[in-house]
């Protein structure tokens, strides 16, 4: 008995996939019974590089997610539409869903896992986060038994390849994206990756799975790289930090009401010290720090994108469903009728989780002040942060830039809100002439 | 509906267990069904740190693994009996096992998983390697559509934090673990630690998992650390290298003849450097590198010991085995009516891992010699590794020792044959007084 696949995109990951569903060798012997029925794409003469047969190729993928024969749907085209549709199709014909679309999960995750749950069928998303890195099973499973205080990722390569080289050559954003597009480690349009919003979809997946809940993404605070200055780099490396795009959900206990936890859910490039475990991830590679109770810190590194890597989680993923099919445990309905899932791997969250406004945020914070060169303005500055209750850890005139005196601010934990202020209050100081940089501190 | 877990053993992961069963607030939900039915114990009226209802204590371990109402046997109680008889009685009365028993697995894994096949349960043991750190179910489920080449690991937290402070502290191997005895990290009796004999169990069951085919732990080569000298420690350091005690097991290609393919399975302490991944996992740390195709290289990194981390992945199993439960899979049978087991989580392999002899394996090596300060001792060390086929990198004249010349000498990838060979002959120098030490290097 052959379990049969209909796999929508033959692109990078598509293509990673049939490679892997073609070459079971050496690999678990379940993927022998694994088979590739049909394969959706745009066009079915492009050259390819893996051979799948030309006569499964279509180019009607609803035809795939209605196909009576096909049991498990592998959706690697990505995108909002009409990948959302082709998924609920397919749900609604009783097919079960693996998918790398971390957009169309962080948006519709809701509807989605609530068709799924109604129709008795998996949605499964390893690779949506982090690429070939296991982090959603070990995450549903094997960390299942702790409460999970925060996870702490870096979870978009693009952006970490762009700050390692940063780091690396002293060299500018916009110098090392360019360089980055022409090599393939950036797009075209860049946008997704360098303003973080790519991370911002991964970190609401994550977060859903550790606190239990349904994550807004209009919540998540979300800012880019797009500002980094060599200056910081080299100001924060002087300092013992390093720059990265962090990804971070964190439960703040709420007195008196445990129930009541919010969560922090943001992502922001962030000052880390660099004996920090994610401080030494560089390139392409994702790391995800995930701390809680009794486990303590565990860390997941590996690459977090590239055809074959995300493939592995793919073909995981459907590995799984078949060993579910295998042992018939998907024909299992509860008395009343209603279909009975697997509770760690279906996703029953009905409530929203309530997010912290990022005013409201406890951190330490980097701020770089550019002002002109008289005696008195350390003083003020301090004064302005200590009347808005911003306590300070240093305070350091680094030297001149353009004939402006350089400032360079850390404080100790302080809340965004009474920082920002701070900040409103010193831009309309005559003697501060700019404030190019105001960075978080992990 | 709950189900009913009979634990045997309350000693420090017992504890911990027990410790999340009873505390399931802000954990999976489906820990809310797990019942506590029984504890085996050695002793009623010791003080425990846990609160469990005293009436749930028995001496009579037996009577928890033959108990009609247990669902699930946990055992940590450690050692090779009584705890090897229990697991097999608990099967043979059709109870699912979850065991932290890396010791009992490794010798005995062969005949506790013919019986749980035969008898249609689970035997899961995520605990038995590398504490909290998910490792096997990742190997197991999450990487299970890769060819894996390689498993290197830091799997002994002992001799990790051993040879941690012996960098850190400059100090020597007897000191450093005298004061780890002191402090709880290392046992009154180390041998298991140091020796490497941990270290073998716990890379026999990944190498199993990861290869499919059976481990004859007799094969598996083992080097303890007690003979690093904070001497190899400073020299190695001023290469470029740390030391660290290394569980290696990797598939070697035979040409022509790829169901043939022979695995290293070997411990020993190795020179990793620098820039390694594994050479800044410092402390009780462990971390696990796998490397494979298409997925690259992936690591797992936390704590490899201690009663919360090692619980975590106990109750992981437990509630692994209890939505299977729930969802009734554990009922199925084939046609002919034998049980039919989940193939991803039970462990089918029925042969065994051909091993590769230590003489034939390929490495890079580092020794010290010392020897009188004649002028052609060098020549003569390098002549003799040339006759014996041994290509060598660098040679070292590092200073004088007790008026010997030291000389360190790292080599290309050599068959290690061959170096004992040539080590054989420069032995009978007259020249050379004493070969302290041939460490193999990453």
Redesign the interface.
């Known amino acids: 008995m052959a379990f049969k696949v209909g796999l929508l995109g033959l692109g990078t990951v598509g293509t ?1 996939t049939a ?2 569903l073609l070459n079971p ?7 022998q019974e694994i088979e590739i029925h049909r394969v959706g794409v745009r066009s079915l003469d492009k050259p390819r590089s893996v051979n799948v047969p030309a006569d499964l190729l279509t180019t009607d993928l609803e035809s795939i997610v209605t196909d009576p024969a096909v049991d498990v749907v592998v959706e690697v085209i990505g995108g909002l539409e009409p990948a959302r549709s082709l998924m609920l199709k397919a749900i609604a014909h009783g097919k079960h869903v693996v998918t790398a679309n971390k957009a169309a999960i962080a948006r519709y995750g809701d509807e989605i896992f609530t068709a799924a749950n109604a129709a008795g069928v998996y949605v499964l998303l ?1 690779a949506a986060v982090a690429g ?3 982090v959603i ?2 995450l549903k ?7 999970i205080h925060a996870i702490t990722g870096i979870v978009n390569g693009t952006t970490n390849y762009i700050l390692s080289r940063m780091q690396s050559e002293g060299s500018d954003f916009e110098t090392v994206l360019a360089d980055a597009q022409r090599l393939g480690y950036a797009e075209a349009d860049p946008t997704a990756d360098v303003d973080g919003l790519d991370a911002a979809d991964k970190i609401a997946i994550l977060a859903s799975l550790a606190f ?1 809940g349904r994550i807004k993404l209009s919540e998540v605070y979300c800012e880019g790289i797009r500002k980094i200055s060599a200056a910081d780099i080299t100001y924060a490396e002087r300092l013992g930090f390093v720059i990265k795009l962090l990804a971070t959900a964190k439960r703040e206990p709420m007195s008196g009401a ?1 129930d009541l ?1 919010r969560l922090q859910v943001r992502v922001h490039p962030t000052l880390v010290a660099k004996s920090h ?1 994610l401080a ?1 991830v560089n390139g392409v590679y994702n790391a995800i720090l995930i701390e ?12 977090g994108a ?4 995300t ?6 993923d ?3 469903i078949a ?2 099919l ?4 998907e024909a ?1 309905t509860a008395a009343d009728g209603t279909p ?6 279906a996703c029953s969250h009905q409530h929203y989780c309530s997010i912290t406004p990022i005013e409201e945020l406890v951190t330490r914070f980097y701020a770089r002040f550019l002002s002109q060169d008289s005696p008195g303005v350390i003083g003020r500055l301090g004064t302005c942060f200590g009347n808005h209750d911003v306590s300070l850890e240093s305070v350091v005139q680094i030297g001149m830039r353009d004939n402006l005196a350089e400032i360079v601010v850390i404080t100790h934990d302080v809340c965004e809100g009474n920082f920002r202020q701070a900040l409103a209050e010193i831009r309309t100081f005559e003697a501060v002439t700019a404030i190019p940089s105001v960075l978080r501190v992990l």
Request: hydrophobic residues 40%; aromatic residues 4%.
């Open positions: 990673g490679d892997i060798h050496q690999r678990h012997p379940l993927l390893e070939g890195i296991p099973e070990p499973q094997s960390l299942c038994a702790n409460r239990g445990e936890d475990p030494s809680g109770e009794p486990i303590g810190q565990v860390m997941f590194f590996g690459p590239g055809s074959g890597p493939a592995s989680a793919v073909v995981a459907i590995l799984n060993a579910i295998k042992v018939g445990r299992i009975l899932l697997d509770p760690l791997l």
